[in-house]
């Protein structure tokens, strides 16, 4: 009898662990389901906003590369380079720096290594400069449509999270939509904000904004403005005055003075590049939709076409999507390896 009982107790006995053995298995798998996923770094989240200009350059570039090797491969990757976007006198010196680097023979593997070291040369630019004096002023401008309003919401967040209080001016007082939308911003910001009604002088909305940044000490303005052609001379001149006005109103701003260009639009993103910089003296690209395009290699025509450096790139809709720009991690995400 007590043999048996022995063996009805080490069966209970198991039961019960097999029975915790599987409660655990339950769950940790409901945990691991429930886990939030592992936040991608800033050159995976690059590497995928430039997917499609990566595999289109990459299908290029493997193609000529599978066509020949010395001057015949070199010509072909100049016109691989040239449907990116990059531009055809850009893509040129880039061959020919590529040619210079690596000699003959010349290899698809010495190839591929050489232009991203090249394309990372050419888009190199000094640090960013850090907001100092206060207000540091930003003047943010570019054509309709480009995303202007959103940048600058989400310059607002990048300043929150360095932990300055930021101020917006709704100068942008053509459309009711672009004040109500800054709005929304400033509160998913906690940035203050001065606003006025659709049909205000900007100027005037922008003269306001500065005395109230003055005078609640903020660290960072960021100056929304009203799309504008870049061939319409008119318009050109009222970007001009608000910038008088913020010079006359903050000695020595604006301190930055940012394009923001939609990287769909291609070359026509170098042309607006040079007319804004004749009027307001451009100090940065804001480079926005580049995850919709596979015309990427714009970010290269911009910068030597016209030496102002590209501060920031837009990858997604989310608000940690505008990346601020990293010569390197570009390079690497359109020519490294996998």
């Given at each position: 009898?007590?043999g048996w009982?022995?063996v009805v107790l080490a069966?209970?006995l ?9 409660a655990?298995?339950h ?6 389901r429930g ?5 991608p770094?800033a050159a995976?989240?690059?590497?995928r906003?430039?997917?499609a200009?990566?595999?289109r350059?990459?299908a290029?570039?493997?193609a000529a590369m ?20 990059v531009?055809?006198?850009v893509?040129r ?10 000699g003959?023979?010349?290899d ?12 990372e040369?050419a888009?190199a630019a000094?640090?960013?400069p850090?907001?100092a004096g ?20 989400k310059?607002?967040?990048l ?11 709704a100068?942008d007082t ?8 800054l ?11 001065v606003r006025?009604g659709a049909?205000?002088d ?8 500065l ?7 903020v660290?960072?303005v960021l100056?929304?403005t009203?799309g ?8 050109m001149e009222?970007?001009?005055?608000v ?13 930055e003075?940012l394009?923001?260009l939609?990287a769909?639009?291609?070359q026509?993103?170098v ?8 009027a307001?003296?451009v100090?940065?690209?804001v480079l926005?939709k580049?995850d ?7 970010v290269i025509a911009?910068r030597?076409q ?6 920031y790139v837009?990858?997604g809709e ?10 390197p991690q570009?390079?690497d995400?359109?020519?490294?390896s996998?």
């Amino acid at each position: 009898m007590e043999g048996w009982s022995i063996v009805v107790l080490a069966a209970g006995l198991g039961i019960l662990a097999l029975g915790a053995l599987f409660a655990w298995l339950h769950l940790r798998k409901r945990r691991d389901r429930g886990a939030p996923p592992v936040a991608p770094s800033a050159a995976d989240r690059l590497r995928r906003g430039l997917l499609a200009t990566r595999q289109r350059l990459t299908a290029q570039l493997d193609a000529a590369m599978g066509r020949g090797e010395g001057r015949e491969l070199l010509a072909d990757i100049e016109e691989a380079l040239v449907a990116a976007d990059v531009g055809v006198s850009v893509a040129r010196e880039l061959v020919t720096r590529v040619r210079e680097r690596i000699g003959r023979p010349v290899d698809a593997r010495s190839v591929r290594q050489a232009l991203r070291l090249e394309v990372e040369a050419a888009l190199a630019a000094g640090e960013e400069p850090t907001p100092a004096g206060r207000p540091w002023v930003v003047l943010v401008t570019g054509v309709n449509g480009v995303g202007k309003t959103t940048t600058v919401g989400k310059l607002a967040a990048l300043h929150a999270a360095a932990g300055r209080r930021v101020l917006l001016i709704a100068a942008d007082t053509f459309r009711a939509a672009a004040i109500d939308q800054l709005n929304v911003w400033a509160e998913r910001t906690g940035s203050d904000i001065v606003r006025q009604g659709a049909g205000s002088d900007p100027s005037a909305v922008v003269f306001d904004g500065l005395k109230a940044a003055i005078g609640r000490h903020v660290d960072v303005v960021l100056v929304d403005t009203a799309g504008r052609l870049h061939t319409r001379a008119n318009l050109m001149e009222e970007i001009r005055k608000v910038r008088r006005v913020i010079g006359r109103e903050v000695p020595g701003a604006p301190h930055e003075t940012l394009l923001v260009l939609d990287a769909t639009t291609g070359q026509n993103a170098v042309a607006q590049a040079r007319a804004f910089t004749e009027a307001v003296d451009v100090t940065g690209i804001v480079l926005t939709k580049l995850d919709g395009t596979a015309r990427g290699g714009v970010v290269i025509a911009v910068r030597q076409q016209t030496g102002i450096p590209v501060r920031y790139v837009g990858i997604g809709e989310g608000v940690d999507d505008l990346r601020p720009f990293d010569a390197p991690q570009f390079a690497d995400a359109l020519f490294g390896s996998e």
